[in-house]
């Protein structure tokens, strides 16, 4: 087996003389812990959304039923989005990771407050309905 030359931290130091079965692992700046965070966050919300998909026709909502499903499903799906964008771009000195890190943010925390209440909105439904 030959010997590679390899820099302090691990890495090969010529990357063309890397072989195809040497393992290729994550750089520092790639952030792998929140990225699975924000996919475990997204597999959650599609779980809750079919839990709630399958207790709609129990809910009596009347007139306003589109309007909660709309909130409800918009604010997960912020969430999910602003995770995402943290995950990508991490804060930083360079104007797109502002901006980014911004945005993911106000995404996350606007999420957060339509979800709350569309989950106040599901609760009080929760009654018996006349149908």
């Not at 390899?6 to 812990?33: F, N, S, W, Y």
């Not at 999420?111 to 106040?120: D, E, I, K, M, N």
Request: hydrophobic letters at 55%; aromatic letters at 6%; glycine letters at 8%.
């Amino acid at each position: 087996m030959r010997r590679h030359r390899v820099h302090a931290d691990g890495r090969i130091a010529d990357q063309r003389e890397a072989r195809r079965d040497e393992a290729l692992r994550p750089h520092g700046h790639q952030r792998v812990d929140v990225a699975r965070g924000a996919h475990a966050a997204a597999l959650g919300s599609g779980t809750f959304l079919i839990a709630v998909g399958l207790l709609w026709p129990k809910l009596s909502f009347g007139r306003l039923a589109a309007v909660w499903a709309a909130l409800l499903a918009v604010s997960l799906f912020a969430i999910a989005a602003g995770l995402m964008l943290s995950a990508t771009y991490p804060a930083g000195t360079e104007a797109i990771h502002r901006v980014a890190s911004v945005l993911a943010a106000v995404l996350t925390m606007s999420g957060s407050l339509a979800l709350v209440v569309s989950l106040a909105a599901v609760m009080f439904a929760c009654k018996p309905s006349t149908t």
